[in-house]
Nanobody
Framework: QVQLVESGGGLVQPGGSLRLSCAASRSVASMKTMGWYRQAPKKERELVVLINSGGTTIYADSVKGRFTISRDNAKNAIYLQMNTLKPEDTAVYYC?????????WGQGTQVTVSS
């Protein structure tokens, strides 16, 4: 059983920052991958960043240099620090975990970037 709960979304002006949190019910260190996806209105869900069990990360080109994923094994959590936010970052952000070949999703947290 893996439960994922996101928090930290909200409204921010362009150029601002937000930090998203994802609390997991099990050890994040043991998971095959964890990451963040996002889904904007009328668009498909897309990868933001993944981190594997060894700490290797893969970022979407659109967020490289602006977003940073981190993992706190002691707290069973991952985070997404989002800086220099743009209106096109507006989306529901979902925490994701893969255990074996099973994919788990959080309920999502809304991020709105608007002036």
């Amino acid at each position: 059983q893996v439960q994922l709960v996101e928090s930290g979304g909200g409204l921010v002006q362009p150029g601002g920052s937000l930090r998203l949190s994802c609390a997991a019910s099990r050890s994040v260190a043991s998971m095959k991958t964890m990451g963040w996806y996002r889904q904007a209105p009328k668009k498909e869900r897309e990868l933001v960043v993944l981190i594997n069990s060894g700490g290797t990360t893969i970022y979407a080109d659109s967020v490289k240099g602006r977003f940073t994923i981190s993992r706190d094994n002691a707290k069973n959590a991952i985070y997404l620090q989002m800086n220099t936010l743009k209106p096109e970052d507006t989306a529901v952000y979902y925490c994701n975990a893969v255990v074996g070949n099973t994919i788990y999703w959080g309920q999502g947290t809304q991020v709105t970037v608007s002036s």
